[in-house]
């Protein structure tokens, strides 16, 4: 197997779960979602295993969910926005048609402020994002062949910016 046909990756709030269903609908490819796969597994939700095993083991357990997806899914595949903090992961990605999906604070917070299943960004999400963010958008732009923005788009426009992107080489 070749390996999934894109791999989302950003920040929470970028669009990675519903864009890439969307992407899949259009594709008529089948959809994958990290998040989903470890949830699966665990037989608990995301933020339990946050609570119950902390990050470290949350961690451990997606750098396995990214392996075994990238190993056996031929469709469109979302990551968690801190997938990309593992080299190893990053390293599988070199090879792989990545795109990342760009938001601002502003709006991802709007989208994703209200919602208490993402554990880092509980509290103030405000500060807690752009804090990820500055960490992680150079490993963000390490890893993707191109960028799409998803600020003011629909995520049926994201979805079709990404189909678009994906014939364009990576120029920044
Ligand atoms: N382009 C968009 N415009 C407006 N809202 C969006 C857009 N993309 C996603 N959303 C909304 O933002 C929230 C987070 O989306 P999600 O797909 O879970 O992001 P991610 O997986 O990147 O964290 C959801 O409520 C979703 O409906
Ligand atoms: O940014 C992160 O570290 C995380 C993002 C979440 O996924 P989304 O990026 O799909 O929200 C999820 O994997 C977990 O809450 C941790
Ligand atoms: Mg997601």
Redesign the pocket.
């Known amino acids: 197997m070749s390996g999934p046909a894109v791999v989302?990756v950003?920040?929470?709030?970028?669009?990675?779960?519903?864009?890439?269903a969307l992407l899949a609908e259009r594709l008529g490819a089948a959809f994958r979602?990290t998040?989903g796969d470890i949830a699966w597994g665990a037989g608990r939700t995301v933020a339990e295993i946050f609570a119950d095993e902390g990050e470290a083991r949350f961690r451990a357990r997606e750098r396995e969910a990214v392996r075994a997806a990238v190993r056996e899914h031929s469709g469109v595949l979302?990551l968690g926005?801190g997938a990309v903090l593992d080299a190893g992961t990053r390293a599988l990605l070199a090879a792989l048609p990545v795109v990342f999906?760009d938001v601002g604070p502003a709006e991802a917070v709007r989208?994703?402020g209200g919602?208490g299943t993402?554990p880092l960004l509980t509290g103030d999400p405000g500060p807690r994002w752009r804090g990820l963010m500055e960490r992680r958008r150079p490993l963000y732009a390490e890893v993707a062949r191109v960028v799409v923005t998803?600020g003011g788009?629909?995520?049926g426009?994201?979805a079709g910016a990404v189909l678009e992107a994906l014939g364009q080489p990576l120029d920044g």
């Open positions: 989302l950003g920040p929470p709030g970028a669009g990675k779960t519903t864009v890439g979602d998040d979302a926005g999906l989208r994703i919602d993402r998803t788009r629909t995520p426009e994201v």
